[in-house]
């Protein structure tokens, strides 16, 4: 049998492992090929740990303020987003701009005196003291300083200090200044409204959407105001200019709508401007038409006489004893003109008389005089959306002493707004009308309205009303085509536990038209100054009277009301159309 070499068979390669070799190295290639490969597959592997590790980081520096925003949330208030505030026609009054603050995270920092001495020679106002004992504390975070500028924040930036960060933050601006600064208000630090409509915000529901992280975009809806600002602007500008020609020690006016009691303007000054809340502590600058409660005087005669003639008991034509001064006891009322003789209704009011106020008030009795004033809503803390309201100040013991006095504005201190309320109801047919700061229609309005006047009533008091621009002490506010009314007041200040006759509050409250009032303007001039163009005298005809004139004269056209001419007087117009009516 002959012997054979046997047959060397090489084993198959799988498929898979040709496949995989082949896309791998190519076909024949050797083994120095082989071994480059492998290495070039250990670096792309590193390479990619590497990759994932760095993108970590860069997650992590990006939302370290995320992360800083949380740790605020729980230990220290971030100011969060506020709607807009604006006026009747759109303009912004009040909104949120992004402002960035700077924070530190004292367990990060390294070197702490170092990094104290390079942020407060950034920032020289920082206080050394404080920020070394923000940073040595055991917090994770801390507020370093609020709202500085993009330049400081580039600057902090570059000093590259570990643990020392940024958040931007909303902060609140005024566009307008001291424009409305007291209905506006301001807000604190945190972007908490603490004054003024802006605090009303906070207390109407958006406090609550903040602390349920519901307002923290800027998507929230404007917040629209009755405020008109173009006749903000004129009323302002009339006021600072009387202010500084009667060297008064503060001014202040209001424009209402009688109709619907929106408050259309609303000046008090000296004002300040929400931008720098420093100057709102100033205990000067309140809000003296809400804060305030000041006794009227004479203006508050129109609710004297809308009493009387509203009870049935007298008419225009009723005669009141004045030929001489009223005794009560140890006291002694004067007329400033007095006529020697008695005068009718009418003429207690064109003559601004005193003891005929006081003898009408007299007539109807103390208990009808205080409820009648309790109707129009003068004895009670008058309650608008201006968290700042003051209490009238109102006699514990009313006697028929007091009724004498009220009835001429004197011995009762009320807020000016709430006396405007009183007028507005005498004026626009007898409904009494909660003021308000936001818009509403004229349904709506009379939809909360209060029936306090018979309409009559109203008429007779707005002929009374344009017969003093006529013939009585608002002649110098008879501004041509308006066809206005109004009702002057000087009330004495209280000096030293006596009236003072050199210190006096003048008012003037003015309706416009007077056949068909559409809004109220009130004047008020505090401790104004005799000059020789007003021959010595400091009552309300000679300054706050011209004041009024002034600021109807600039507010009519942007209110919308068209100016008429050779209009008959008040007896024909007003008198004849009421009587012809009823």
Do not use: C
Not at 344 to 349: A, G, H, I, K, T
Not at 416 to 422: E, F, I, N, S, T
Not at 447 to 457: D, H, M, N, P, Q
């Amino acid at each position: 049998m002959t012997g054979s070499a046997p047959n060397t068979v090489k084993p198959t390669e799988p498929w898979r492992q040709r496949l995989i070799r082949s896309l791998l190295y190519g076909r024949n290639v050797d083994r120095a090929a082989k071994a480059r490969a492998r290495v070039g597959l250990a670096i792309l592997a590193f390479a990619a740990i590497y990759a994932v590790i760095g993108g970590r980081l860069v997650m992590f520096a990006i939302g370290a303020d995320n992360h800083a925003a949380r740790r605020t949330a729980a230990q220290d208030a971030i100011a969060t987003a506020r709607p807009d505030i604006v006026d009747r026609n759109g303009e912004v009054l009040a909104t949120d701009v992004k402002s960035p603050s700077l924070f530190g995270e004292p367990r990060r920092i390294i070197d702490k005196d170092e990094a104290i001495e390079l942020l407060t020679a950034t920032l020289p106002d920082l206080d050394t003291g404080e920020v070394r004992e923000r940073l040595s504390s055991k917090k994770g975070f801390v507020w370093l300083k609020r709202e500085i500028t993009p330049k400081q924040q580039q600057q902090i930036h570059r000093l590259g200090i570990p643990g020392i960060g940024f958040l931007r933050e909303n902060k609140r601006v005024y566009p307008t200044g001291a424009e409305v600064a007291h209905l506006i208000g301001l807000v604190n630090i945190d972007n908490q409204g603490i004054a003024g409509m802006e605090k009303w915000l906070d207390n109407n529901g958006l406090a609550d959407l903040h602390r349920a992280g519901f307002a923290t975009d800027r998507l929230q809806r404007p917040v629209e105001l009755s405020i008109d600002l173009r006749v903000e602007h004129a009323l302002r500008d009339e006021l600072l200019k009387a202010k500084d020609k009667y060297k008064a020690k503060a001014a202040s006016g209001l424009v209402s709508n009688v109709k619907t009691g929106e408050i259309v303007a609303m000046v008090s000054l000296p004002d300040f401007d929400p931008n720098n809340p420093k100057e709102a502590h100033d205990p000067d600058r309140i809000n003296r038409l809400t804060t305030g409660v000041y006794e009227m005087g004479s203006t508050f005669k129109a609710l004297t006489l809308a009493m009387a003639l509203d009870s049935g008991k007298a008419n225009l034509n009723t005669p009141f004893d004045a030929r001489g001064a009223l005794h009560y006891g140890k006291f002694t009322i004067h007329d400033t003109h007095p006529l020697g003789r008695s005068i009718s209704l009418s003429e207690v009011f064109t003559f601004s008389s005193n003891v005929g106020a006081a003898r009408i008030a007299l007539a109807q009795g103390v208990e009808a005089h205080k409820a009648f004033l309790k109707k129009l809503g003068q004895l009670d803390r008058l309650r608008t959306e201006l968290p700042e309201s003051a209490s009238p100040i109102v006699p514990k013991r009313w006697s028929e002493l007091n009724t004498i006095t009220i009835a001429f504005g004197h011995g009762i201190a009320v807020a000016p707004l709430q006396a405007v309320m009183g007028i507005n109801a005498v004026m626009n047919g007898g409904y009494l009308i909660p003021p308000t700061f936001l818009k509403r229609s004229e349904a709506e309005a009379r939809a909360i309205a209060k029936k306090v006047l018979k309409s009559e009533t109203s008429d007779k008091m707005r002929y009374l009303m344009r017969l003093n621009a006529e013939i009585g002490t608002a002649k110098q506010a008879d501004v041509k085509g308006y066809y206005i009314g109004g009702k002057t007041g000087t009330s004495e200040k209280v000096v030293g536990g006596r009236y003072s006759k050199k210190q006096v509050l003048n008012s003037f409250t003015a309706i416009m038209p007077a056949d068909n009032p559409q809004f109220q303007v009130l004047v008020m001039l505090d401790e104004p100054k005799p000059l020789p163009e007003t021959h010595g005298f400091i009552t309300s005809g000679w300054n706050a009277v011209p004041t009024g004139g002034k600021v109807i004269a600039r507010i009519a056209p942007l209110l919308g009301v068209e100016p008429r001419f050779d209009l008959p007087p008040s007896e024909r117009l007003i008198l004849a159309a009421s009587r012809g009516s009823q």
